[in-house]
T-cell receptor, first 116, second 115 residues
Framework: AQTVTQSQPEMSVQEAETVTLSCTYD???????LFWYKQPPSRQMILVIR??????QNATENRFSVNFQKAAKSFSLKISDSQLGDAAMYFC?????????????FGEGTQLTVNP | DTEVTQTPKHLVMGMTNKKSLKCEQH?????MYWYKQKAKKPPELMFV???????INESVPSRFSPECPNSSLLNLHLHALQPEDSALYLC??????????????FGQGTRLTVV
């Protein structure tokens, strides 16, 4: 079974600064997908960024980028120019490539605080 | 339309009540999911429907009964719940990975309180 580990229960960052959230995972599969989801107090789970395991290039979405190290099974999220609206719980997640109904496995989450 | 709509947003029910949670999506996704989430914890998978058939049941107690009437609709029927079942219930949907759309889309959830 796949496992996802987020070792930072809480992180804080000053507005306009950069912060990196860590995620490691364990799998025996070669094809899979990794995601970072954000869950603000409004509770809706919002996709921040995704990475296909077969792609060597790190994904970027505006101020959000990942450092994907497949051999090390590491998938960290970097948030640049942090904004107050970035404050939320961030979950790293893994999805198998196998089927349409494959489960999404989540890490324990990192609560990000953005200080003005 | 990239929305997953869940109703109701809030629900308070007694331990002897029967209620249902509803989830709807019109993105043509063929997989739909129910997750249970406790405060400050990650979502825990309960059920997965793939092509309208139950494909995963994570040993959920029978007081939770899922139903997928069609490819756009997912229900979760609740009966004789316990106070520890109080949680946020999230619905999600996803497409076949081969389509290139790999992520799951989530609804806003139903906040359930069992009294």
């Amino acid at each position: 079974a796949q496992t996802v580990t987020q070792s930072q229960p809480e992180m804080s960052v000053q507005e306009a600064e950069t912060v990196t959230l860590s995620c490691t995972y364990d799998t025996s599969e070669s094809d899979y997908y990794l995601f970072w989801y954000k869950q603000p107090p409004s509770r809706q789970m919002i996709l921040v960024i995704r990475q296909e395991a077969y792609k060597q290039q790190n994904a970027t979405e505006n101020r959000f980028s990942v450092n994907f190290q497949k051999a090390a099974k590491s998938f960290s999220l970097k948030i640049s120019d942090s904004q107050l609206g970035d404050a939320a719980m961030y979950f790293c997640a893994y999805r198998s490539d196998k089927t349409s109904g494959s489960r999404l496995t989540f890490g324990e989450g990192t609560q990000l605080t953005v200080n003005p | 339309d990239t929305e997953v709509t869940q109703t109701p947003k809030h629900l308070v029910m007694g331990m002897t009540n029967k209620k249902s949670l509803k989830c709807e999506q019109h993105m043509g996704h063929r997989a739909m999911y129910w997750y249970k989430q406790k405060a400050k914890k990650p979502p825990e998978l309960m059920f997965v429907y793939s092509y309208e058939k139950l494909s995963i049941n994570e040993s959920v107690p029978s007081r939770f009964s899922p139903e997928c009437p069609n490819s756009s609709l997912l229900n979760l029927h609740l009966h004789a719940l316990q106070p520890e079942d109080s949680a946020l219930y999230l619905c999600a949907s996803s497409q076949d990975p081969g389509t290139g759309v790999t992520e799951a889309f989530f609804g806003q959830g139903t906040r359930l309180t069992v009294v």
